[in-house]
């Protein structure tokens, strides 16, 4: 008695077949985590521009709150280091942030016009980022009318 072969109408997948849908289905989910791990990044440095934002706001509104225009100085907002604002609160552990005050004066060398700038900085996976906000403020700030 013969055996006649089909190789058309087997039963079953073959080994090979096997072995391509795996490979494509590896491949597949590899593209899919890496999208997710490139997300959770994104995740994250967006959350740093947020909080940068946040601390940087919070000192202008300390700055710009100044009863007198002679208290607003650089002296009176000092730089605060990486793990030093607010007294090392953890949230706030990889930033730094530091205020220039830049006094714009008349001919008679007083003091008008200060532009204060507050920036913030933070490392992002080796990468030195920032955010700065700046404002101006008037030497007729303490006049009231």
């Known amino acids: 008695m013969r055996m006649k072969r089909s190789f058309g109408n087997s039963a079953g997948m073959t080994l090979v077949e ?3 849908a795996m490979t494509i289905f590896a491949v597949g989910v590899l593209s899919l985590t890496r999208v997710m791990f490139q997300a959770m990044h994104s995740n994250t440095r967006s959350k740093h521009v947020v909080v940068a934002t ?3 706001n919070q000192r202008m509104e300390q700055i710009l709150s100044s009863t007198r225009y002679d208290n607003i100085t650089a002296a009176a907002f000092p730089t605060e280091n990486y793990g030093t604002i607010e007294g090392g609160k953890p949230d706030y552990s990889p930033f730094r ?9 008349d001919a008679l060398g007083t003091s008008v016009m200060k532009e204060v700038t507050v920036r913030v900085e933070w490392r992002d996976n080796g990468t030195a980022r920032n955010t700065q906000i700046r404002s101006s403020i008037s030497r007729f ?3 009231k009318l």
């Not at 942030?97 to 004066?105: L, M």
């Open 18 to 20: 096997i072995l391509v």
């Open 54 to 56: 946040n601390l940087a």
């Open 97 to 105: 942030r530091a205020v220039a005050i830049a006094d714009s004066v």
């Open 141 to 143: 700030k303490d006049i």
